[in-house]
C-alpha cells in the first residue's frame, strides 16, 4: 500500500477569512512549528547581537567566535528540547505544505546534534585559524532551519525552497576564508554546480507539475496509484512524470554526492575551511536523504521500477567509485570526501530496497554515520596546528597543519589516547566486529538481501573489504610509521575532547545494548508507513 | 493585453526617432579626425598610466541591496493590492517579512555596507 497520510487535520479552503482555519493556525499550525520558528527567532537575534557588540567602538570590536558559538549550540540546544516536548506528533500543517510525524522528528533531533556537535568540535579550530566571523555559526543556525523544513516538507515547492535555503547558506560558508585561494574556489565550486543542480531539480519537479496538475507528494502518488483519465489512457504523459521523475532523482544525487554527480565533491571538501566541510559531511546529508526517502516511497511508490533502477546504478558506482578513488588519496580531507562518496552508496542501497526494512536500515546508518563522521573530523579538526619540534629553540614556532595522512606518524607515541580513538573509529567505519560501523553494515546488508538486491549486497560487501584498506592504511601509520619530521600536538580543547569521548563511547559500547536504536528506527519507520 | 500593443508601436516609433536624431548627425557633421582628437581626454594631459584600476567593492554591495531591495517591493505589489481581502492576517504575514528584511537592512548597515567615505 502507498504511503498517504489520512490525518489530515488543515482542509485547504479557499476562503482565507475562513474562521476554521483560523482556529486552526492558531491552536495546532503555528504551535507545531514552534521548534524551528525558535531557531528562526534565535538566529535573528544572533545576527543582532554579532553586528551591534562586534561594530561597536565603546567594546573594543570585540571578536565575538566563541559567544555566537556557545549562543548557537545552546539554541540549537532548545531546539532539541522544544521538538522533543511538541504535543503535536503526527500532523500536516500550513495548507498541506509541512508535515509532521516520527520520521521528521527523529531526523530533525539528528540534524540538530549533527549541528551542534559540528559547532563545539570547531570552536578551537576557528579560534587558532582565524575565522572571526559570528556569519559562520549564523549561518549553520539559518541552514539547520531550512533543513527542519526540508525534513517535514510534504510538497514539492516548500521542499525546493527549503533546499535552496539550505544550499545558499553552504555556498556562503564554503567560501569563508576570503584569504584563501582554496576556500574561494571550493565556493565558487559549489555554487556553480550546487546552482547547476537545482536547476536541473526544478525542471523536474515543473515537468511533474506540468503532467500532474499537482506539487504536493501524497496527491502525486494518488495520481499515480488510480490514475487520473489523461495518465491512464495517455501514454506520453506518464512518460512525463518518469522524465519529471529522472530529473529529480538527478538534482538529488547532485545534492548527495553520489556518483556519475560527485565531481565537485572532493574539491569542496578540500578546499573548504575543515570546521565547515565537518559540517557538510555530517549534517545536509540526513536531510536531503530524508526528502528523497520521503519522495521516494510517498510521492514515487508506484513508479518504483525506473527510480530504484537508477538509485541501483548510482549506488553501485558510489561504491565501487568511493572504495577505488580513496585508495590513491594522500590527503585527509579528500579521503573523507571520496570516503563519505562511498557511504552515499551503501545509503542508496537502503532507500532503493523499497521495503521497511529500507527504512530502518537507512535510519540505524544514518545514526551510526553520523556519530563516526563527528569522530573523525574531530580528530582531523582539533589538533590541525602542530609544532615542528625542531624549530622549538627559535622564537617563533613554526606551525604545520595536519593535511596529509602521513602526519598522523608516531601519533602512538606521542598522543596514545587519540591514536586509540582513531583506531577504534577506523575499525568502526571499515566494520569491523563488535563496533557500532559493523550493526550499521550488516543491517543495510540484511534489509537488502530480504529486498532480493543480492547484487547491491555482493557490491557492497566487497568495496568494503576494499575499503578497509584505506581506514586500516591510517591505523598502520599511526602506530608503525616513522615520521620525516617530528610534529607534536597542540592541546586539544575541552569541547572537542568530549565529543570524542561522546562519540568514542557509543562506538565502542554500542554493541552491549542496541536494542533502543533498533527499536527506535523500526518505530520510526513504520510510523512512516501508515 | 490590447493595450500593450500601443506600447509596442510607442516603442518602434521611439526606437526609430533615436536611430534618426543619430543618423541625422552623421549625415550633416564635417567628420575629420586626427589622432589629437580620437585620444583619450584626461583634461588635456596625457593619460598617465595604466586605465585599469582596482574596482571598488562598493557598487557591488549596493547593486546586491538594490536586488534583494527590488525583490521586496515584487512582493509587496500583489500584498498592497489586496489588503481589504487578506485582512488582519494578510497584514501580519507581510510585517513578519518586512521585519526579517529589516533585520538584514540593519546588519548591512551597522557592517558599513552603506558608507561611502
Known amino acids: 500500500m502507498p504511503l498517504i497520510f489520512h490525518d489530515v487535520i488543515v482542509q485547504p479552503s479557499t476562503n482565507y477569512l475562513d474562521y476554521n482555519y483560523y482556529t486552526s493556525l492558531f491552536e495546532n499550525d503555528l504551535k507545531a512549528v514552534i521548534p524551528e520558528s525558535f531557531l528562526l527567532i534565535a538566529s535573528l537575534i544572533v545576527l543582532l547581537y554579532g553586528v551591534f557588540l562586534s561594530n561597536s567602538k565603546d567594546k573594543n570590536y570585540p571578536i565575538l567566535v566563541v559567544n555566537a558559538s556557545i549562543i548557537s549550540i545552546l539554541s540549537l540546544l532548545f531546539t532539541i528540547i522544544l521538538l522533543w516536548n511538541n504535543p503535536i506528533s503526527r500532523a500536516t500543517i500550513f495548507y498541506n505544505n509541512l508535515l509532521i510525524d516520527d520520521l521528521a522528528l527523529f531526523l530533525k533531533i539528528l540534524i540538530l546534534l549533527g549541528g551542534l556537535f559540528s559547532i563545539a568540535m570547531s570552536l578551537q ?214 570516503s563519505s562518496i562511498g557511504h552515499v552508496g551503501y545509503l542508496l542501497i537502503a532507500i532503493s530496497c523499497g521495503t521497511v526494512e529500507g527504512i530502518q536500515a537507512i535510519l540505524i546508518y544514518l545514526v551510526i554515520y553520523l556519530v563516526m563522521t563527528i569522530a573523525l573530523f574531530a580528530v582531523v579538526l582539533c589538533p590541525l596546528r602542530r609544532e615542528k619540534i625542531s624549530s622549538l ?77 584505506y581506514y586500516i592504511r591510517i591505523v598502520k601509520i599511526i602506530y608503525f610509521e616513522k615520521p620525516t619530521t617530528l610534529l607534536t600536538f597542540i592541546q586539544i580543547s575541552k569541547e572537542s575532547s568530549l565529543v570524542l569521548a561522546v562519540t568514542f563511547t557509543f562506538i565502542l559500547f554500542f554493541c552491549l545494548n542496541p536494542a533502543p536504536l533498533f527499536l527506535a528506527t523500526h518505530k520510526t519507520a513504520l510510523a512512516f508507513c501508515f | 493585453m490590447v493595450e500593450f500593443v500601443a506600447i509596442l508601436i510607442y516603442f518602434v516609433i521611439a526606437l526609430a526617432l533615436a536611430g534618426i536624431i543619430l543618423g541625422l548627425s552623421f549625415v550633416f557633421a564635417k567628420q575629420k579626425a586626427d589622432p589629437e582628437k580620437i585620444s583619450a581626454y584626461e583634461c588635456g594631459f596625457d593619460p598617465f598610466d595604466d586605465a585599469r584600476s582596482r574596482f571598488d567593492i562598493q557598487f557591488y554591495l549596493v547593486a546586491i541591496l538594490f536586488i534583494i531591495f527590488d525583490l521586496e517591493v515584487a512582493f509587496l505589489f500583489p500584498w498592497a493590492l489586496t489588503l481589504s481581502k487578506i485582512g488582519l492576517f494578510g497584514f501580519w504575514s507581510m510585517m513578519i517579512f518586512l521585519i526579517i528584511l529589516t533585520i538584514g537592512f540593519v546588519y548591512e548597515w551597522k557592517k558599513g555596507a552603506l558608507d561611502w567615505s
Open chain 1, 125 to 338: 579550530y576557528i579560534q587558532n585559524e582565524g575565522l572571526n566571523q559570528f556569519e559562520l555559526q549564523l549561518l549553520i543556525l539559518l541552514s539547520s532551519v531550512s533543513m527542519l523544513f526540508l525534513v517535514s516538507a510534504a510538497d514539492f515547492i516548500t521542499m525546493y525552497l527549503a533546499i535552496e535555503l539550505q544550499s545558499l547558506a553552504f555556498y556562503v560558508m564554503a567560501g569563508v576564508k576570503r584569504d584563501s585561494e582554496f576556500s574561494t574556489e571550493a565556493g565558487l565550486k559549489y555554487f556553480l554546480l550546487g546552482a547547476f543542480s537545482s536547476g536541473i531539480l526544478l525542471f523536474g519537479l515543473a515537468l511533474l507539475y506540468g503532467f500532474t496538475g499537482t506539487t504536493h507528494f501524497s496527491e502525486v502518488s494518488k495520481i499515480f496509484i488510480c490514475g487520473s483519465d489523461s495518465l491512464r489512457f495517455g501514454f506520453s504523459s506518464l512518460r512525463g512524470c518518469e522524465l519529471g521523475m529522472v530529473f529529480i532523482l538527478v538534482g538529488f544525487l547532485f545534492k548527495l554526492t553520489a556518483v556519475p554527480f560527485h565531481m565537485w565533491a572532493p574539491d569542496v571538501y578540500e578546499g573548504a575551511p575543515t570546521s565547515v566541510t565537518a559540517f557538510f559531511a555530517i549534517v545536509p546529508k540526513v536531510s536531503v536523504l530524508a526528502v528523497l526517502l520521503r519522495l521516494c516511497y510517498q510521492g514515487f511508490y508506484d513508479f518504483m521500477v525506473p527510480w530504484q533502477k537508477m538509485l541501483i546504478l548510482s549506488s553501485i558506482a558510489s561504491m565501487v567509485l568511493g572504495s577505488l578513488a580513496a585508495l590513491s588519496q594522500n590527503k585527509i580531507k579528500r579521503l573523507l570526501a571520496w
Open chain 1, 393 to 469: 629553540n627559535s622564537d617563533k614556532l613554526e606551525i604545520s597543519r595536519l593535511k596529509y595522512l602521513t602526519d598522523f606518524a608516531l601519533l602512538s607515541k606521542t598522543n596514545p589516547v587519540i591514536a586509540i580513538t582513531i583506531m577504534i573509529t577506523m575499525f568502526s567505519i571499515a566494520g569491523i566486529p563488535p563496533l557500532a560501523g559493523f550493526y550499521s553494515k550488516a543491517y543495510l546488508m540484511f534489509a537488502a538481501m530480504s529486498a532480493s538486491q543480492y547484487l547491491l549486497a555482493v557490491v557492497a560487501i566487497l568495496t568494503s573489504v576494499i575499503s578497509c584498506f
